[in-house]
């Protein structure tokens, strides 16, 4: 089977591939910030997983038009999304945090505290 799984639901009869999200990592002084663009997907369709040092992401969306109504235009496609990424070697997996709003998931990673900068204080 290739890479891309389809699926039917049953009143949308487009077909659904699981593609790669947009996906954004930046750095700060504490930690990371790993972004990814989920358009259409909720709290309830994300499954988030830590394996090892891997983080796992996976959606499941399910589209059901409102009754009477033919859709004639999207915005965007309805597509379940899936990605693993290695952490960076100096994050702590321990404190994985996230949290989603209007189609982005938002995941923080603290450094592991003995990488964190630190003031010295001089007697």
Same mark, same amino acid.
């Given at each position: 089977?290739?890479?891309?799984?389809k699926?039917?639901?049953?009143?949308?009869t487009?077909?659904r591939?699981?593609?790669?999200?947009?996906?954004?990592?930046?750095?700060?002084?504490?930690?990371?910030? $790993?972004?990814?663009?989920?358009?259409?997907?909720?709290?309830?369709?994300?499954?988030?997983?830590?394996?090892?040092?891997?983080?796992?992401?996976?959606?499941?969306?399910?589209?059901? &038009?409102?009754?009477?109504?033919?859709?004639?235009?999207?915005?965007?496609?309805?597509?379940d999304?899936?990605?693993?990424?290695?952490?960076?070697?100096?994050?702590?997996?321990?404190?994985?945090?996230?949290?989603?709003?209007?189609?982005?998931?938002?995941?923080?990673?603290?450094?592991?505290?003995?990488?964190?900068?630190?003031?010295? &204080? $001089?007697d």
């Amino acid at each position: 089977m290739s890479k891309e799984t389809k699926k039917l639901d049953r009143k949308d009869t487009t077909p659904r591939r699981t593609v790669t999200p947009s996906v954004y990592v930046s750095e700060t002084k504490d930690g990371y910030e $790993i972004t990814f663009e989920l358009p259409g997907v909720g709290k309830d369709g994300i499954s988030l997983d830590v394996e090892n040092r891997t983080l796992v992401l996976s959606t499941s969306t399910k589209f059901t &038009e409102p009754e009477g109504c033919d859709c004639t235009l999207r915005e965007f496609a309805i597509r379940d999304y899936a990605v693993s990424l290695d952490m960076p070697e100096h994050a702590d997996p321990n404190t994985v945090k996230a949290s989603v709003a209007n189609g982005v998931l938002t995941v923080a990673l603290s450094k592991r505290a003995e990488l964190k900068p630190r003031k010295i &204080e $001089i007697d």
